[in-house]
Structures are given as structure tokens and as C-alpha cells.
């Protein structure tokens, strides 16, 4: 019984030793400070941030192009309002036109010609604009119905074209021209 627990205790000693072995061999061979595992100096380091900083301050890096002149600023932040509106798309807005001017319609704006007279803007190709109200399309130059739910499918400049002062509602994106 002795014999068994003096070999059971030499085997874990050679166990622990072979392992402690291993481990001092990887170590030797990891080769810290190579190609493969670098070390950096604090001067290195120091460097590599004071030229970042230079080129942060003096606008050379960065891939982000910043516009050139106030129109393009304008022209962003008006898209975004939009885009806004269309994703809000909760309640309509009350937009006053004035006669002569056109709104134009993302896809999916609804819109309601509440006074005034309007005209509807077809696209290229010659669709129109969904009223839901007659369950018709109307074509390009045709006279909108007050009151009627208009539904503009794309974003491919249908919109309406306005003769008097009017009140329109909207519930989507839109631009005024």
C-alpha cells in the first residue's frame, strides 16, 4: 500500500516537472521584442501622437469631405429635416405655397389640398399621383380635387404645382420649390 502512494505521489512530482519544463521552453522561444512580438518605446509612442495631433489640427487626415460653401450646409440640413419627417410620419403638417411654387413629395407622403388650386406633377415617364379618395390616378397637369388624399409612390419628383395661395397638408417629406 505504501509502494502505491509513493509511486501515485512520484507521478504527479514527474507531472509537475515535465509541465514547469514545457512552460520555460515556450517562454525561451516566444521571442519577445521580434518581428513577431514588437516592443515600443515610450519615444515611439510619443512621436506617433504628436504627428496624429499635427495632422488632426492642420485637417490633412480624415475621410469625411466638409462642404465648401453655406448653399451645400443648407441643402444637407433641409434632406435631413426631411428625411425626419418622413420617418416621423405620425401626423400631418399644415404647409402654406404660395401661388407659382411646386412641393414635391418623398415616396409614401400623403397629402391633402386643403384650399387654393393645384395641379398635379406627373414624372418622367408619365405616371401621376394616387388619389385614394376617387381611387384613381391623376395624370400630369390635371386638376387636384380639395380634400382629396393624395399619395405620392416614389421618390421621383410628382408633387403639385400650385395657381393660388394654398394650404396644403402633408404627413411625409417634402420640398418646396
Known sequence: MKTRITSFVAGIILTIAICLGVNQIWAANNDAGSVSDPLVTKSYVDKLIDSLSKQISSGTTGTATQPTNMTEV???IDNKFADMETSKGASFVV???AAGKKIYGKASTEMILRTGKAKAIGNKTGE???DVTLGKDIKDGEDITANHLLIIPRDDSRGLLLEKKSYIM?????SVK
Request: aromatic share 22%; glycine share 22%; proline share 0%.
Open 74 to 76: 443648407y441643402k444637407y
Open 128 to 130: 401621376g399621383i394616387s
Open 95 to 97: 404647409v402654406e405655397v
Open 170 to 174: 402633408v404627413k411625409g417629406g417634402y
